[in-house]
């Protein structure tokens, strides 16, 4: 599956994106706010592509104008979100790189996302979580209509293998419909 934005094309990704990945992953300014480690070589963000990116409804973000990765996003059901989620709920998340970042870029492929969540795919509700600190990301979910509900604290970072504080925030389809 393919979504587009206005400036932005929402795709699968490709094994031959890691060495742009790896770029992108690398800095720590990315993943260790998001919850994972930064890359540590081409064939560490090629695994990743290929054992953690290759699934359905995870995205690379990537520019019209030249389809560069510029950051992922994802929609997780079931057992592969942080929450207990009912049938009709889903969890997003997203990030994108230090060089892209401060240009709406993470606001506009969360908006094209969540339409697709509620006019695609039928969930009813659909969350959001960020890390204590991490400002980028609650400002995004802020502009995209999710309204804070709760925070876990001591929460456990397996991919980081540390103790952080998290919050969540949810956007029901009744307040995506009647924002519009």
């Known amino acids: 599956m393919i979504l587009k934005t206005e ?103 969360c908006m094209e996302i969540i339409r697709h969540c509620f006019e695609k795919l039928n969930f009813n509700a659909v969350w959001c979580g960020y890390y204590d600190g991490n400002e980028k990301s609650r400002r995004v979910q802020e502009k995209c209509g999710f309204e804070y509900v709760h925070s876990n604290q001591n929460a456990y970072c397996d991919l980081m293998g540390e103790v952080r504080t998290e919050h969540f925030s949810k956007l029901t389809f009744f307040n995506y419909k009647n924002r519009k």
Not at 41 to 46: A, I, P, Q, T, W
Request: negative net charge; aromatic residues 8%; contains cysteine.
């Open 7 to 109: 400036r932005l094309i929402l795709r699968s990704w490709h094994e031959s994106d890691a060495p742009q990945l790896y770029e992108l992953a690398k800095d720590p300014r990315v993943g260790p706010p998001a919850g994972w480690p930064v890359h540590e070589s081409v064939e560490n963000s090629k695994d990743i592509i290929k054992f953690v990116l290759a699934v359905p409804e995870t995205y690379a973000i990537t520019l019209k104008e030249n389809n560069e990765a510029i950051g992922s996003i994802g929609v997780l059901t079931g057992c592969h979100s942080h929450l207990k989620l009912k049938n009709d709920e889903c969890e997003i998340g997203f990030w994108i790189g230090v060089p892209y970042q401060n240009n709406g870029y993470a606001t506009e492929a």
